[in-house]
């Protein structure tokens, strides 16, 4: 790639503006590539499924339209350019009339997702939702848990009962250790408030559960379905800096195996793309949109092509400064140093995204001075952790 010329007093000798371009271009790829996951939810209507979907999942399916009837009882809710289907059984009843045929509509819905043998059409997993009141329990649906995880039932979804507005510890136990104590072939009990519960008087109890049946269902998906679960989900930040761990943790081997013969600065355009990549794919675990001049604001300050400084210093000759890093001076990368600033840059980048995901920063905020003031800090931060763990 050609230097622009810009007043970016460009370091690394990279064509920036390609570089952003280059950067939203892997952003979109990453997030074409994510397989479909397909979640049916079961349970009676009013138990607290369409809440539930909308405090676990980013975008608020039931809402935003996207909605097809598959059966009588069974609709699929899903959206362009999102990679979640939901198969909600609504008005769902488990009464002796109708059981037959519900089953019937469950069990043939997930058995044709299953046929066509692709792995974005098939089911991954049912949440068979209970509301954890324990007098609206009924030995009927204790029954179809047990058809539906049988081990002789050709479906092999896993399913995960969620004992629903739990907001009565008393109650929830008691449905919890009797469903534990059935030895159904189910892969969890999980007990969730989906949304704080009001009562008269001013009392509240907070919501809970949603990251315990996060994580249950991290555990019962395939390899190639953690990324879109982790893009989709939006109850628990654990999973995605966990996910992210492992994205950084591969692209900072990826760059010491690009850098292991020492790498002349001129021709850092592989590292840079490695780092694109590794930041394409944190946007796609948080599954957020950011702006062009976000993006250009994180990789001019992070690759210190602003010219700014922190504390006096340029974050780049933070790194040139260290001895042993002395050879980046003469215009060469070793592993290790290509290690570190893929590391810092992916921690900081982690971490920003976190703090938007949390709603502590806005991303709007982090175009103004402050925000870039932070992000420096931040980044500088990464830096300075790096030169201390690898003893520069
Ligand atoms: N506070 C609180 N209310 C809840 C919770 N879950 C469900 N509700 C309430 O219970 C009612 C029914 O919830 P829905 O999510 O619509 O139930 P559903 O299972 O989708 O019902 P159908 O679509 O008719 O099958 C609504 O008024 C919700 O606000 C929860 O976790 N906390
Ligand atoms: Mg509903």
């Known amino acids: 790639m050609q230097q622009t010329g810009s007043n970016y007093g460009n370091f690394w000798n990279i064509d920036f503006l390609g570089t952003i371009s280059d950067c939203f271009s892997k952003i979109t790829e990453s997030e074409r590539n994510l397989n479909r ?6 349970g009676k209507s009013g138990v607290g499924k369409s809440t539930l979907v909308n405090n676990l999942f980013r975008n608020d399916l039931a809402k935003t339209g996207g909605v097809k009837p598959v059966t009588k009882n069974i609709n699929r809710y899903s959206l362009p350019n999102y990679p979640l289907t939901i198969y909600d059984s609504q008005g769902f009843e488990l009464n002796k009339n109708t059981q037959k045929n519900i ?11 299953l046929k066509s043998g692709k792995t974005d059409d098939a089911i991954h997993c049912i949440l068979y939702c209970i509301h954890a009141d324990s007098t609206r329990f009924e030995q009927e649906e204790i029954r179809f848990i047990s058809e539906l995880t049988n081990e002789s039932f050709a479906l092999r979804v896993p399913v995960i009962v969620v004992l629903t507005q739990a907001y009565s510890k008393n109650y929830t136990q008691q449905l919890h250790s009797y469903i534990s104590g059935l030895n159904l072939n189910i892969a969890a009990v999980v007990d969730v408030l989906a949304e704080p519960y009001f009562f008269g008087g001013g009392q509240v109890i907070d919501r809970y559960g949603l990251d315990t049946l996060t994580s249950e269902i991290n555990k019962t998906l ?3 379905l953690l990324k879109t679960f982790a893009n989709v989900q939006k109850a628990s930040a654990e ?8 994205i950084i943790k591969a692209s900072v081997t990826e760059a010491g195996a690009a ?4 790498l002349p600065v001129a021709d850092s355009v592989i590292l840079i793309g ?13 599954g957020t949109s950011p702006s062009k001049s976000f993006i250009s604001m994180f990789l001019s300050t992070s690759l210190g092509t602003t010219g700014a400084t922190v504390g006096g210093r340029a974050l780049v000759s933070a790194l040139k400064l260290v ?23 992916g921690n900081a980048y982690t971490q920003i995204m976190l703090m938007i995901f949390r709603g502590e920063l806005s991303a709007e905020e982090m175009e103004t001075q402050s925000g870039m003031n932070k992000l420096f800090e931040l980044i500088d931060e990464q830096f300075v952790k790096q030169k201390n763990r690898l003893n520069f």
Do not use: R, W
């Not at 490695?274 to 948080?286: G, N, P, S, W, Y």
């Open 37 to 42: 996951l397909n979640i049916m939810i079961i």
């Open 103 to 113: 089953k019937k509509q469950i069990t043939d819905t997930v058995s044709k997702c």
């Open 222 to 224: 395939n390899h190639d």
């Open 239 to 246: 999973l995605k800096i966990n996910q992210c761990a492992n």
């Open 259 to 262: 850098a292991m013969t020492p």
């Open 274 to 286: 490695i780092e694109t990549k590794m930041l394409a794919e944190i946007t796609t675990v948080f």
């Open 323 to 345: 001895p042993g890093v002395g050879s980046l001076s003469a215009g060469m990368i070793n592993a290790s140093v290509a290690m570190a600033i893929t590391a810092a840059m």
